[in-house]
């Protein structure tokens, strides 16, 4: 049985126990949100290494890490050591979105020493393996996402919700297309005059997701790619597909996320989340972002932590970060490592804004060491402590002290220590 289903016969499983633990909440709470569909577990039963965690209402909002490799940047060992810093940072979980070199063992490689849960596109495989457009069958999709359900992914963004009807909506799009998997099925489309087979043979691949409790992760494939395409008729048309599917997915004991953009102007972010929630029925949703703007070239980080914030703290319950790298190059390790702080500071403040339990006690406890002068344990309690620590020794500054503020410091004015002079 998958988690949903044993979730919904009202048993409990490991997964959602540990799950529990980590939200300090009572297990029949993480029970109860499976069998709604308003949290997921992604959890397959062949990742023996995973950490299992909860996505969804009433827990604290996760944030994803991508990897992988481009036809333009091959390396294993590169990408072992992005894996290495999303965990040691504090991703949630991880995407190989490899679409260059040896996929498969890339792919499992990386999910070998990933104790977070692990998702995938399937259709990159198809679209890197393939010669030509021609070649490739509705078969060749399906079977993508059984080699990759068999190998242990917990969960695969699928883009099912990209359907003919949606076509003639993307005519007078500044962007088009921006997802890689969506562009590929729209360009299948247009060239076989048919239906997407993720759409049509939905219950085939559901059949796929149950035997190995793969999380179907619906992927938004017509995201908006700037601020002038977000919220259009294209856009909103396949999120209701997706809601539909959703009910589909739930009927057959399959556990859903359902992804968002995007590219969306902070004003019309409230918009798509109480859309997402009315259309798909309350699932998880997964945003990409979003970006606020189109112009952070090279700080899209920041732009995306900024829009994931809001997101958030409206009900979006998974980040997907973005780097600093985004629509420029392959990230490097670093990009990794400011990517998932800047996404861990985004739902850390949504989690404070929607009042969960304990969410602000990390930041009572660091203020507390600020007013006491105590550097070290503010710099423990940073969401990066390496970077906090080399600032501080960087600064060269006496213990007692900063070297903004020296003397004048204000916890010193305010104790009536202003008479302190310095001493040699």
Known sequence: MTQRETALAGHLTPAMIAAAQKEGMPPEFIRTGLAQGTLAIPANVGHHNLDPIAIGTGVRVKINANLGASPHDISLA????????????????????????????????????????????????????????????????????????????????????????????LKNRVTGVVSRGGAFLVAWMRRFGRENPLFERFDELLDIARTYDVTLSLGDGLRPGCLADANDRAQFH????????????????????????????????????????????????????????????????????????????????????????????????????????????????????????????????????????????????????????????????KDDQCTMCGRFCAMKVFDERFDEREKD
């Not at 359902?258 to 798909?280: A, D, F, M, S, T």
């Not at 600093?324 to 490592?337: G, R, S, W």
């Not at 739902?347 to 006690?361: E, F, Q, W």
Request: proline share 5%.
């Open 78 to 169: 590169k990408e072992r050591e992005k894996l290495a810093a999303a965990i040691r940072y504090g991703a949630h979980t991880v995407m190989d979105l490899s679409t260059g070199g040896d996929l498969n063992a890339i792919r499992t490689t990386l999910l070998s020493e990933c104790p977070l849960p692990f998702g995938t596109v399937p259709v990159y495989q198809v679209m890197a393996e393939a010669k030509r457009l021609d070649d490739i069958t509705a078969d060749h999709l399906l079977e993508a996402v059984r080699l990759q359900a068999q190998q242990g992914v917990d969960f695969v963004t699928v883009h099912c919700g990209v359907t003919r009807k949606a076509l003639p909506l």
């Open 238 to 397: 396949e999120l209701r597909v997706l809601g539909q599917l959703t009910q589909r997915a739930w009927a057959a004991g399959v556990q859903v996320i359902i992804e968002g953009p995007g590219h969306v102007p902070l004003h019309l972010i409230k918009k798509n989340i109480r859309l997402q929630q009315k259309y798909c029925h309350g699932a998880p949703f997964y945003v990409l972002g979003p970006l606020v703007t189109d112009v952070a070239a090279g700080y899209d980080h920041i732009a995306g932590a900024i829009g994931g914030t809001l997101a958030a703290s409206l009900g979006a319950a998974f980040l997907c970060y973005v780097t600093p790298a985004e629509h420029l190059k392959l990230p490097e390790v670093q990009d990794v490592i400011d990517g998932v702080i800047a996404s861990r500071i985004a739902a850390h403040a949504a989690d404070i804004a929607r009042g969960l339990p304990g969410a602000a006690d990390w930041d009572l406890k660091i203020s507390q060491a600020r007013r006491a002068l105590d550097w070290e344990t503010q710099i423990g309690l940073s969401v990066n402590p390496d970077k906090a620590r080399q600032y501080r020794l960087s600064s060269r500054a």
